[in-house]
Nanobody, 125 residues
Framework: QVQLVESGGGLVQAGDSLRLSCAASGRTFSNYAMAWFRQAPGKEREFVATISRNGKNTYYPDSVKGRFTISRDNAKNMVYLRMHSLEPEDTAVYYC??????????????????WGQGTQVTVSS
């Protein structure tokens, strides 16, 4: 088991930047690939970014590539999502997720066993 708690969401304007944080506790953090997903009202949960166990590999969908950066600090049991050039379309609840599996990258929500409660990001135009 691993427990995840997101923070850092808020209301920003288009073009602004924001950094989300996810604090992990429980089992050995470095045993998990980590990811961020988001879900807007009325839409399915969408993959945003993932990072390998050692932090050396990352993967993004085209919708955020070049604007979002995922990173992790295994010594602090933290994973981050740095978001630049935010757009109103980025408005959603952002979730942190942990995957104990060995395949990487994985972009399907069903691949992740543990989830945080989410943090709201709202981007105004």
């Amino acid at each position: 088991q691993v427990q995840l708690v997101e923070s850092g969401g808020g209301l920003v304007q288009a073009g602004d930047s924001l950094r989300l944080s996810c604090a992990a506790s429980g089992r050995t953090f470095s045993n998990y690939a980590m990811a961020w997903f988001r879900q807007a009202p009325g839409k399915e949960r969408e993959f945003v970014a993932t990072i390998s166990r050692n932090g050396k590999n990352t993967y993004y969908p085209d919708s955020v590539k070049g604007r979002f950066t995922i990173s992790r600090d295994n010594a602090k049991n933290m994973v981050y999502l740095r978001m630049h050039s935010l757009e109103p379309e980025d408005t959603a609840v952002y979730y942190c997720a942990a995957d104990p599996g060995t395949l990487f990258p994985r972009s399907r929500a069903s691949s992740y066993d543990f989830w945080g409660q989410g943090t709201q990001v709202t981007v105004s135009s």
